[in-house]
């Protein structure tokens, strides 16, 4: 009797699992939660934006981590599908010593560039927030000490049935130490 196909088929089984579980793993650390503040950006299409870092100075070669807020201010629901990191999303980065645009690196430096979630997209509650967490230095030449002014430009989001941009986002400092 040969079990090839009954080994593939559990292999199969275990693999479909196991990205089931990673795509879990991923959609949790974005988090969809009330948010205590209001953001401070822009609203269109039913989304305010807010951008904010937890680490607002660090040095040359640490992680620049910020977090996108997508607020839902529309009297509705909206069911979401986010766009990749790379793709879905354009900052506006400029450093304030020598006043130019921060140019984005041909490819990103990080290995995965998807937002977790069922295909079906995530529900966004009236009042409530989707966060979407960007190693920006992986995306964006910040290689210099200095300060730098960093803003969500736009992006886009899809709410069935339509593509939607993303309004700008408020602008925030970070501070880049030797």
Request: with cysteine; proline share 6%; net charge positive.
């Amino acid at each position: 009797m040969n079990n090839t196909a009954g080994f593939s088929k559990l292999t199969a089984s275990t693999i479909a699992i196991g990205l089931l579980l990673y795509s879990v793993c991923i959609a949790q650390t974005m988090g969809i939660r009330e948010s205590q503040t209001s953001p401070t950006g822009a609203s269109a299409n039913g989304i305010a934006t807010s951008l904010t870092c937890s680490s607002p100075t660090v040095h040359v070669g640490q992680p620049i981590n910020v977090t996108l807020e997508l607020r839902n201010v529309s009297n509705n629901g909206l069911h979401a599908l986010f766009a990749a990191r790379a793709g879905g999303y354009r900052f506006v980065i400029i450093n304030d010593s020598t006043l130019q645009v921060v140019s984005k690196r041909d490819s990103p430096r990080s290995g995965w560039d998807t937002v977790g979630g069922p295909s079906a997209g995530r529900e966004i509650k009236r009042g409530y927030s989707k966060f979407v967490e960007f190693r920006l230095d992986d995306y964006y030449q910040i290689d210099q000490p200095g300060k730098y002014r960093v803003a969500l430009l736009d992006g886009e989001i899809y709410l069935p049935p339509n593509l939607v941009k993303l309004p700008s986002s408020n602008t925030i400092t970070i501070t880049v130490l030797p």
